[in-house]
């Protein structure tokens, strides 16, 4: 019943973001085709962890964790794209693609960190050393990196820019380094391009200033400005073609090539002076045809998150 009942929610909600984005296209809008997986006020603010979501390496599956407002319980979710239900998988946080067919993810009773099979259920724990660390009992998510083979644990819940971790550990439990945030550069989030020869930053060069992204070169925290705003979030494509940036409730496609922009999703308007809803986490699938957005909703009955996912293979970019 349940899982028929999200079914159904999902559906409407589906139905209701694609004739939301048809009405409010503007000229200088391209606005996308749009799923939104998680429903208003079902889901708590207070479960939300980094990374928001987690890609398959197929790209045609996510996976993500939010706290059931009415169980108080954290759950893992998997949403295959473009189907219209969303599975519950297994109580948890943080969950983390291995491969296609497994994932990681932060088991809480006992607290330890468990791979488990998609298709089985099957679970084995994993990296059993980490439990090890000084600070396990504070930890509330993690990160873990397929190719470089690592655990960047997380200390805090999510905030209003992406934090990306404390400390870094390999599988066997051995502490590899430290992971620093660059706000004393003024610099509240990035994204690298692909080979690492740049990054697209966000700006901040006084508390309470609008923010600017820029794109620097490697090794340089500054660089051409090329949007200026009320900006809260930005990810480089895997592909390096487009840039993704969350200005208040708006999302913008910049092809950094040439810098043009389009507008490809609005969740609101930008300029009513009653909205506190803002878009706080963006994450591309690894072939860069769709978008997960996380739109964050401050409430006086509790914060919950909204979690969209994006077409992107279908832009149209004027020559």
């Given at each position: 019943?349940?899982?028929?009942?999200?079914?159904?929610?999902?559906?409407?909600?589906?139905?209701?973001?694609?004739?939301?984005?048809?009405?409010?296209?503007?000229?200088?809008?391209?606005?996308?085709?749009?799923?939104?997986?998680?429903?208003?006020?079902?889901?708590?603010?207070?479960?939300?962890?980094?990374?928001?979501?987690?890609?398959?390496?197929?790209?045609r599956?996510v996976?993500?964790?939010?706290?059931?407002?009415?169980?108080?319980?954290?759950?893992?979710?998997?949403?295959?794209?473009?189907?219209?239900?969303?599975q519950?998988?297994?109580?948890?946080?943080?969950?983390?693609?291995?491969?296609?067919?497994?994932?990681?993810?932060?088991?809480?009773?006992?607290?330890?960190?468990?791979?488990?099979?998609?298709?089985?259920?099957?679970?084995?724990?994993?990296?059993?050393?980490?439990?090890?660390?000084?600070?396990?009992?504070?930890?509330?998510?993690?990160?873990?990196?397929?190719?470089?083979?690592?655990?960047?644990?997380?200390?805090?819940?999510?905030?209003?820019?992406?934090?990306?971790?404390?400390?870094?550990?390999?599988?066997?439990?051995?502490?590899?380094?430290?992971?620093?945030?660059?706000?004393?550069?003024?610099?509240?989030?990035f994204?690298?391009?692909?080979?690492?020869?740049?990054?697209?930053?966000?700006?901040?060069?006084?508390?309470?200033?609008?923010?600017?992204?820029?794109?620097?070169?490697?090794?340089?925290?500054?660089?051409?400005?090329?949007?200026?705003?009320?900006?809260?979030?930005?990810?480089?494509?895997?592909?390096?073609?487009?840039?993704?940036?969350?200005?208040?409730?708006?999302?913008?496609?910049?092809?950094?090539?040439?810098?043009?922009?389009?507008?490809?999703?609005?969740?609101?308007?930008?300029?009513?002076?009653?909205?506190?809803?803002y878009?706080?986490?963006?994450?591309w699938?690894?072939?860069?045809?769709?978008?997960?957005?996380?739109l964050?909703?401050?409430?006086?009955?509790?914060?919950?998150?909204?979690?969209?996912?994006l077409?992107?293979s279908?832009?149209?970019?004027e020559?």
């Amino acid at each position: 019943m349940r899982v028929a009942l999200i079914v159904v929610v999902i559906v409407a909600l589906g139905v209701g973001a694609w004739a939301l984005y048809g009405k409010l296209t503007a000229p200088d809008s391209q606005l996308v085709p749009a799923w939104q997986l998680t429903q208003s006020s079902r889901y708590s603010g207070i479960g939300l962890t980094d990374p928001f979501i987690s890609w398959s390496p197929d790209s045609r599956t996510v996976l993500f964790s939010v706290m059931d407002m009415r169980t108080r319980e954290d759950m893992i979710y998997r949403w295959n794209v473009g189907e219209n239900e969303l599975q519950r998988i297994v109580p948890g946080a943080s969950p983390n693609f291995l491969s296609a067919e497994e994932f990681v993810y932060l088991k809480r009773e006992p607290k330890s960190l468990v791979a488990r099979d998609l298709a089985s259920g099957r679970e084995r724990e994993f990296a059993p050393a980490i439990k090890r660390t000084q600070f396990w009992n504070e930890v509330t998510a993690f990160t873990y990196d397929p190719a470089a083979y690592t655990i960047t644990l997380r200390l805090i819940e999510s905030t209003r820019y992406y934090t990306p971790g404390t400390e870094v550990y390999d599988t066997s439990g051995k502490r590899i380094g430290d992971v620093g945030t660059r706000l004393s550069e003024g610099i509240v989030d990035f994204s690298p391009n692909p080979d690492g020869s740049a990054s697209a930053v966000l700006v901040q060069e006084t508390e309470g200033a609008p923010l600017s992204l820029q794109i620097a070169d490697k090794g340089r925290s500054r660089g051409k400005s090329i949007l200026t705003g009320n900006l809260t979030s930005v990810a480089w494509s895997p592909d390096g073609e487009t840039i993704a940036c969350g200005e208040s409730v708006l999302v913008h496609a910049l092809r950094p090539s040439d810098g043009k922009r389009l507008v490809v999703a609005r969740f609101g308007d930008p300029d009513d002076p009653l909205e506190k809803r803002y878009v706080s986490r963006l994450s591309w699938s690894p072939d860069s045809k769709f978008l997960a957005v996380l739109l964050y909703v401050p409430s006086d009955m509790g914060d919950y998150p909204l979690i969209y996912v994006l077409s992107m293979s279908g832009l149209k970019w004027e020559s």
